[in-house]
């Protein structure tokens, strides 16, 4: 679920952006038509991409998203390109959206530049909901969408309230809607306690209170199985009817892999928001903790010294595995929801410094778990002591 938070009139009460999903069971002529507008959305994705890049790269125009929506109705007009007024004109609105935000996210946040859209990467497409003859709405067992008609689903939980949006995705076992409506939420009841969060690789949190989160560590459970479906699916000559078979079972593994991480940080996330007023973090920054690490050269220039790449490489795909940014996302949405407090403090000396006398030791190298401070001889725990010191920091900001 993704939540955005208005105060309504009772204080206890938010109503938020609730998303639920459901699994599809469309017919095989619905399945058709959910490929080709999946097909003609990536179509549109890449030729606008590629009509951004000539027009900046030739004349040094950089074209809005604004001006490329409004040539959609003349591109549905042009011979050859009669299939594109099949899919509904707010989806392909979407798409352009889509890409905008990409840009948005290269020139705002310094992610990578807008790459072109694979057919095995491109996996949805948006439906907007509007009184214009795209109405979406759920009977039953049944969604109504625009220009399909009625497609059955598993109903695993009612929508509360009117459909804003769905998204329709391809996933490696079959179709999945994501619908998106207004809820209300109650928010918990004031609590005392607080709570710092150490996260780790070798435990997926250490808390304040001396509670160590073990880390499932998912993606290696698999790992072997992976390899082994990789080869396989590397064996397979491209286009043939075994690789896509191969295919299909790879994407099961890691859609599993997905969808359980996701369960484990939902539970973590919702039991901590549950027991505590607020709960601190350290500001990671991931991004940076993931990067590849470059080859150094030795003093004369000429060869490259052997490093801790492989180590380094390790470390990330551990990270990377434990989802701390969706752990903090969640976190970040459920505080608001609920009437809780979630913080990120400065990441600077947290396990370098005693959480009893705050002396700050002059080094830390990560191979040490365990010290004693010099100072007032208390004994720590390294992820236990940089807890305690990340409540500390938020707790000093507020007196």
Same mark, same amino acid.
């Given at each position: ?33 959910? %490929? ?6 990536? #179509? ?9 890049? #000539? ?34 004109? $707010? ?11 990409? #840009? ?115 993606? $290696? ?32 593994? =890691? ?48 060869? #490259? ?8 490489? %390790? ?13 903090? $996302? ?49 004994? =720590? ?19």
């Amino acid at each position: 679920m993704i939540a955005t938070i208005e105060k309504l009139e009772t204080e206890t009460v938010v109503s938020v952006n609730k998303t639920f999903h459901y699994k599809l069971k469309p017919t095989k002529n619905q399945e058709i038509i959910f %490929g080709q507008w999946l097909g003609t959305c990536r #179509y549109l994705y890449n030729v606008s991409l590629e009509y951004r890049k #000539y027009l900046y790269a030739q004349k040094g125009v950089n074209i809005s998203k604004f001006d490329l929506i409004n040539e959609i109705p003349e591109v549905k007009k042009t011979e050859g390109f009669e299939w594109i007024k099949q899919v509904p004109a $707010n989806t392909l609105q979407a798409v352009i959206e889509r890409l905008d935000n990409s #840009y948005q996210r290269f020139f705002k946040l310094g992610a990578g530049f807008p790459k072109f859209a694979q057919k095995n990467k491109y996996k949805s497409f948006l439906l907007k909901n509007n009184s214009s003859g795209s109405e979406i709405k759920v009977s039953g067992n049944r969604f109504k969408l625009p220009k399909i008609g009625h497609v059955k689903f598993f109903n695993s939980r009612p929508v509360e309230s009117k459909i804003k949006t769905a998204t329709i995705r391809k996933e490696a076992d079959g179709w999945y809607i994501s619908v998106t409506f207004v809820g209300n939420v109650e928010a918990l009841p004031l609590l005392d306690n607080n709570v710092g969060l150490d996260l780790g690789v070798k435990y997926f949190a250490v808390t304040s209170d001396g509670e160590y989160i073990d880390n499932p560590r998912h993606y $290696n459970k698999y790992q072997d199985e992976l390899r082994i479906l990789q080869r396989s699916l590397d064996r397979k000559k491209k286009g043939g009817n075994n690789r896509n078979k191969a295919s299909i079972k790879l994407d099961k593994i =890691h859609q599993k892999i997905a969808n359980t991480r996701k369960d484990f940080l939902n539970k973590v996330s919702t039991k901590l928001i549950s027991e505590n007023q607020s709960v601190v973090v350290e500001d990671l920054r991931i991004k940076n903790l993931t990067k590849k690490s470059k080859p150094k050269l030795s003093d004369d220039g000429k060869t #490259y010294l052997k490093n801790n790449r492989k180590q380094k490489a %390790g470390l990330s795909k551990s990270i990377l595995d434990a989802g701390w940014g969706m752990f903090c $996302n969640m976190l970040d949405y459920k505080s608001k929801w609920f009437g809780r407090w979630f913080v990120k403090v400065p990441a600077q000396y947290t396990s370098r410094d005693c959480s009893n006398c705050n002396f700050r030791t002059e080094e830390m190298p990560l191979t040490i778990r365990e010290w004693q401070c010099p100072q007032c001889n208390s004994f =720590h725990n390294r992820d236990e002591n940089a807890s305690k010191n990340i409540l500390k920091k938020w707790l000093e900001d507020q007196n």
